[in-house]
């Protein structure tokens, strides 16, 4: 049996007038040629002047979306928070880490034409001077009760602030325990602190602050290793990268003070510089992969095509329709977003397919005995309809997204939609002329071509039923995991995990007190915010929450009662004595060893006996070194450096915060003061959760956990979580917007309900299979995939009208689809796809890969069903047009 050769009135118009088109193009291929060059020359001089990008992810969502309300009701009181640089310094003590922030955020305050403000929260002069009352009122009393124990210790180091000082007194606490007289703590954790000092200085390496908390209890216990110092940057938000002054200027900045060489850690991030980063990033390994793509996109479109000339025209046509289509999309947008900067890209995917069908197609003429004209006839009546209505489908696909609330697709949707219609313009005009120049002698090589006429039955259309069966049973399959599928909202999972920005979010996030994803509430007033407060507190996806009120300290009169207490405790500013020499130092060490080794012999205390003999072994361990060291005199400067400095500069720290005075709202630095409190004197409360909010499960939580008690929360958490449910939205809104109108538009020109069903189910299987299939392989859906959704819908939609447009135009076809020159373009289309894309799977960069294997499995999938199952459904004549009235 043979199909049924009729088309539909309207499939048979559209086939003669293509016919006609590409016939007249064909006509007259110099002067063809020429203009379309002409064109595509100036179109590409346009976009080069005129078509810009911007990177603000804010322009992605439609304002009036209800969470960008919000953002921007926050913005107008609160116009820098969001847009703040985290300068994120990690030192191997306290005290490095400390210093090297306050040195960067004194350096960098001063580059007043480069960032509004920076700061160190909690740190700088103010903090300095008022630290200890914010402390508890029961922390601060503790304090002074770890002083006054340590009185006379810090006396005597202040004097003497040498090893004989420091050993001389930890003999003389043997001595007080051997006979009894020990008062206060247990002493032992004191020992292993100066012998985890002493071990870390005879092993070369810098050691924790000794003293941090023996000398000041709890607040020497909240000092962290990792400070934050904020950067407000001046931003040009016209420009591709608005914060490359800034960053560029902080590494500058961190490169001359040289901090490395202190043992301290200095990583710049934040949302602009993520992205300053990610631009970086790509442009190397973008590079690299399409370098790649291209020499396999060219071996295989020769392995194709067998001509370099198709070859070489298929490219000047994609390439000049591309030129033609940025010069569209700069004259309607202007400036390309995050999203639909990825345009020239699906645009290469898409209508590489037009030049792929239509010269298969004129070989397969040439090779079975047609002409030139003949050939290119038979092309534009054969393969022209289908092509303009794969066309026609796709752009319909991109249209789907414009009525969308995501503005980056919406904007993808207005210029990827006549995009495809001005590719398909350069592929019908231009192809044909460049044909028709092709020298005598490759003219003489396609008519020339061995025309295979006789093919076996394929053993698909054997056994259709089998395969029936088994599509049937991968689709029920697939659609059981389809319900587990996920979006991904966490931008870092898109990104190159080896850049330093990356790596210090991904810190921050995983520490409850720094985390950058908060969540703020505005309120009118103090009350307001307190109440807030205090019920947010109680839920367990909250890690803490600040208020303006935690500017001020409360119980000033009580703290600084105790305050003054402390100061009484703090030795005298005074000369040190006489640095000792050399042999007192090893004088001091002898003796105390001699000490330690007879305590720890007798005493009945195992676990403070080991605590002094891993101490004598530091010790021993020292002797050994000076003994061998050419200058003795460094070991001992090294362990004073590690077990003697801490001790001055703790105390130094504290005879500042001693100089407190009571502190008002006005006297809070100008910057922290911005922070809580907007231009219109509205009030900041800001939660931060108590988990790793780079979870999406836990970031979900955490989001909708707070907004049930506060709804109308705005913040980087938020805004996250909002910009992935808006996405997937948008998606799923347009696909099946997309779906029902080219299932409507296939109906209409083929008149067909069976073929139209059969493309739509064909689509649905492919894509319930790559749903199943990225879950079982554990690719996620996030934002990357924006650009392989549309590709996939495209060149899904686009290979099932194709081979059922060629199954039904053709009598006497029978078994042989596969083995036509369409079958052929089907599958060189998808791998050509393959090449394009699949060099991205093996990428560093996490976004890419993600495209690239969500790519690879889809249009595999995709080839798969196109080629085995649907040829399974097409039965001749099933679902025939009624008679043409054309002649």
């Known amino acids: 049996m043979s199909p049924d050769p009729k088309e539909s009135p309207i499939e048979a118009r559209l086939g003669r007038v293509i016919q006609a088109w590409m016939a007249r193009a064909g006509a007259a291929p110099g002067l063809v040629a020429l203009a379309c060059i002409l064109v595509g020359i100036g179109a590409a001089a346009y976009t080069a002047a005129t078509l810009g990008m911007h990177s603000d992810i804010h322009a992605l969502v439609d304002d009036e979306v209800p969470f960008m309300q919000l953002r921007r009701r926050f913005e107008q009181s609160f116009p820098l928070v969001d847009d703040m640089l985290l300068l994120v310094v990690d030192g191997e003590t306290p005290r490095a880490a400390t210093r090297a922030a306050d040195r960067l955020a004194a350096r960098l305050s001063q580059e007043s034409d480069v960032f509004h403000s920076a700061f160190v929260p909690g740190g700088g002069p103010f903090f300095e001077r008022n630290a200890l009352l914010y402390l508890d009122l029961e922390q601060l009393e503790d304090l002074a009760d770890a002083l006054a124990q340590a009185q006379p210790f810090l006396a005597e180091v202040e004097r003497d602030p040498s090893l004989r000082a420091v050993f001389g007194l930890l ?28 071990e870390a200085s005879n092993q070369g390496r810098p050691a924790a602050d000794t003293w941090q908390t023996l000398l000041a209890g709890e607040w020497g216990q909240e000092e962290q290793t990792r400070q934050l110092v904020l950067l407000s940057p001046v931003l040009d938000l016209d420009a591709f990268q608005p914060a490359a002054r800034a960053v560029e200027r902080v590494r500058r900045v961190v490169e001359e003070e040289r901090l490395d060489a202190a043992g301290v850690r200095v990583r710049l991030t934040g949302d602009f510089v993520l992205t300053y980063e990610e631009n970086e990033v790509l442009v190397g390994q973008a590079a690299a992969a399409g370098a790649a793509s291209f020499v396999l996109v060219g071996v295989l479109l020769i392995v194709a095509m067998r001509s370099v000339w198709l070859v070489g025209a298929t490219l000047l046509t994609l390439v000049l329709g591309l030129a033609a289509s940025l010069a569209y999309a700069a004259a309607v947008v202007g400036t390309l977003n995050p999203v639909s900067v990825a345009y020239p890209v699906l645009l290469i995917g898409l209508s590489a397919d037009f030049g792929i069908h239509l010269c298969l197609r004129y070989r397969e003429l040439r090779a079975a005995g047609q002409d030139h004209a003949g050939a290119l006839a038979m092309t534009g009546r054969g393969v022209g309809s289908s092509v303009v209505l794969c066309a026609v489908t796709t752009a319909i696909g991109f249209f789907a997204f414009v009525p969308t609330e995501f503005t980056g697709l919406a904007q993808l949707g207005w210029i990827a939609g006549p995009g495809m219609l ?63 599928a996920s979006f991904d909202p966490n931008q870092l999972h898109v990104r190159d995990p080896n850049t330093e920005s990356v790596q210090a979010f991904q810190d921050l996030l995983a520490s409850a007190s720094m985390s950058p994803w908060t969540v ?71 003796e105390f060893e001699e000490a330690a080794v007879d305590f720890a012999d007798s005493s009945d205390d195992s676990t403070l006996a080991a605590s002094v003999r891993r101490l004598v072994a530091a010790v021993q361990e020292l002797g050994t070194r000076v003994e061998a060291a050419e200058t003795p005199l460094h070991e001992i400067e090294r362990a004073e450096a590690s077990l003697v400095d801490p001790i001055d500069w703790w105390i130094t720290r504290l005879r500042r915060a001693v100089e407190a005075e009571p502190v008002t709202l006005e006297d809070v630095p100008l910057p922290v003061r911005e922070q809580m409190i907007g231009r219109d004197g509205s009030l900041r409360v800001e939660v931060f959760p108590s988990q790793d909010v780079g979870d999406p499960a836990e970031l979900a939580r955490f989001v909708d956990g707070v907004r049930e008690v506060a709804p109308d929360v705005a913040g980087h958490a938020l805004y996250l979580l909002e910009f992935g449910r808006s996405m997937v939205r948008s998606l799923q809104q347009a696909l099946l917007a997309a779906v029902l ?26 894509a319930t299979l790559t749903t199943a299939a990225a879950l079982l392989v554990g690719i996620p859906f996030n934002f990357a995939d924006v650009i392989a959704l549309p590709l996939l819908l495209g060149l899904g939609v686009d290979s099932s009208i194709h081979l059922v447009h060629r199954f039904r135009s053709e009598a006497a076809l029978g078994g042989e689809l596969l083995h036509t020159s369409t079958a052929r373009a089907v599958t060189y289309s998808g791998l050509t796809t393959l090449a394009s894309f699949g060099s991205l799977a093996f990428t560093p960069h996490r976004g890419m890969a993600s495209i690239g294997q969500l790519l690879t499995i889809g249009v595999l999938l995709m080839l798969a069903c196109n080629l085995l199952v649907l040829p399974t459904l097409l039965k001749p004549g099933n679902g025939s047009p009624p008679p043409s009235s054309d002649p």
Do not use: N
């Open 422 to 484: 001005i590719s398909l313009f350069f592929s019908l005009t231009l192809l044909p002329a460049l044909l028709g120049l092709a020298p005598p002698r490759v003219q003489a090589e396609w008519a020339a071509s061995v025309h295979r006429s006789a093919v076996k039955t394929s053993w698909l259309v054997q056994h259709p039923r089998v395969v029936r069966l088994s599509a049937l049973a991968l689709g029920l399959g697939g659609l059981l995991l389809v319900p587990r």
């Open 520 to 590: 703020s509430l505005l309120a009118s007033d103090a009350q307001q915010a307190e109440a807030v407060a205090q019920r947010l507190r109680e839920l367990d996806v909250v890690g803490r929450v600040i208020t303006p009120a935690d500017l001020v300290p409360g119980k000033q009169d009580e703290k600084l009662e105790v305050i003054y207490d402390i100061a009484s405790f703090l030795p005298p500013a005074t000369a040190p004595r006489p640095a000792p020499t050399l042999e007192q130092q090893r004088t001091a060490l002898r």
């Open 171 to 198: 003999s003389d606490a043997l001595d007080a325990l051997r006979r009894g007289d020990a008062t206060g703590a247990d002493p032992g954790p004191l020992f292993d602190q100066v012998a985890a000092g002493l």
């Open 741 to 766: 109108v080219i299932g409507a538009l296939l109906y209409l020109l083929w008149r067909r309900l069976g073929d139209t069903l059969i493309v739509l189910a064909i689509l649905g299987l492919a």
